[in-house]
């Protein structure tokens, strides 16, 4: 079992900045993806960025094309922690974003590919 909690949302004014962050615990894996989903009212859960990496490299970051330019994803190998930056905040990026992980994924920004998932962390962007 992995544990993931995440933490850094919050409330920031359009074009302001936020950093989550993803804690994973439990067992862990040589080859391992990790993803951002976020999921506004009345919508569908979309991810918006994902990493893998197979023994210490990364191998793959992806970014949802709504995000690229203005968020970035990164890893920290010792604390198997996972981060967001988020840059340039529009209010359409207000929604609860989770962090999920899996050992084997198939499509990074398919949610069902990935078995383990946070508890959610809301970010609200105001205009």
């Known amino acids: 079992q992995v544990q993931l909690v995440e933490s850094g949302g919050g409330l920031v004014q359009a074009g302001g900045s936020l950093r989550l962050s993803c804690a994973a615990s439990?067992?862990?894996?040589?080859?391992?993806?990790m993803g951002w989903f976020r999921q506004a009212p009345g919508k569908e859960r979309e991810c918006v960025a994902a990493?893998?990496?197979?023994?210490?490299?990364?191998?793959?970051?992806n970014y949802a094309d709504s995000v690229k330019g203005r968020f970035t994803i990164s890893r920290d190998n010792a604390k198997i922690t996972m981060y967001l930056q988020m840059n340039s905040l529009k209010p359409e990026d207000t929604a609860v974003y989770y962090c999920?992980?899996?050992?084997?994924?198939?499509?990074?920004?398919?949610?069902?590919?990935?078995?383990?998932w946070g508890q959610g962390t809301q970010v609200t962007v105001s205009s």
């Open positions: 439990g067992r862990t894996f040589s080859r391992f993806a």
């Open positions: 999920a992980a899996d050992s084997n994924i198939g499509w990074w920004y398919v949610a069902r590919d990935y078995s383990y």
């Open positions: 990493i893998r990496w197979y023994g210490g490299a990364t191998s793959y970051v």
